[in-house]
Nanobody, 128 residues
Framework: QVQLVESGGGEAQPGASLRLSCAASGRSFATYAHAWFRQAPGKEREFVTAISRSGTTDAAESVKDRFTISRDNAKNTVYLQMNNLKPEDTAVYYC??????????????????????WGQGTQVTVSS
């Protein structure tokens, strides 16, 4: 079992930066691919960015030049650095984890149905 706990959300003004963290419990953190998703009020959960076991990343077009995902296997933590925040980034942000084999060490996953474990979410509000 893996438990994921997000932190770092809050309020920010347009153009500001925030860094979200996702701390994972359990062993074998390095054998999991991770992703961040978000869900705004009245909208479906959407893919934000993902990172493979080997560190390969992928991101949605809407955040590609502004958000960066990274992982620290020594700290069992995944990060989401969000720069130049916009009001449309307002949402609850969720961290997700997927156990992957060595055959898929560099594969990222953008489909939420691929993921086995989810955090409880952290609210990000961007407003002036």
């Amino acid at each position: 079992q893996v438990q994921l706990v997000e932190s770092g959300g809050g309020e920010a003004q347009p153009g500001a930066s925030l860094r979200l963290s996702c701390a994972a419990s359990g062993r074998s953190f390095a054998t999991y691919a991770h992703a961040w998703f978000r869900q705004a009020p009245g909208k479906e959960r959407e893919f934000v960015t993902a990172i493979s076991r080997s560190g390969t990343t992928d991101a949605a077009e809407s955040v590609k030049d502004r958000f960066t995902i990274s992982r620290d296997n020594a700290k069992n933590t995944v990060y989401l650095q969000m720069n130049n925040l916009k009001p449309e980034d307002t949402a609850v942000y969720y961290c997700a984890a997927k156990k992957t084999s060595t055959y898929h060490i560099s594969v990222t996953y953008s489909d939420p149905d691929e993921y086995d474990y989810w955090g409880q979410g952290t609210q990000v509000t961007v407003s002036s």
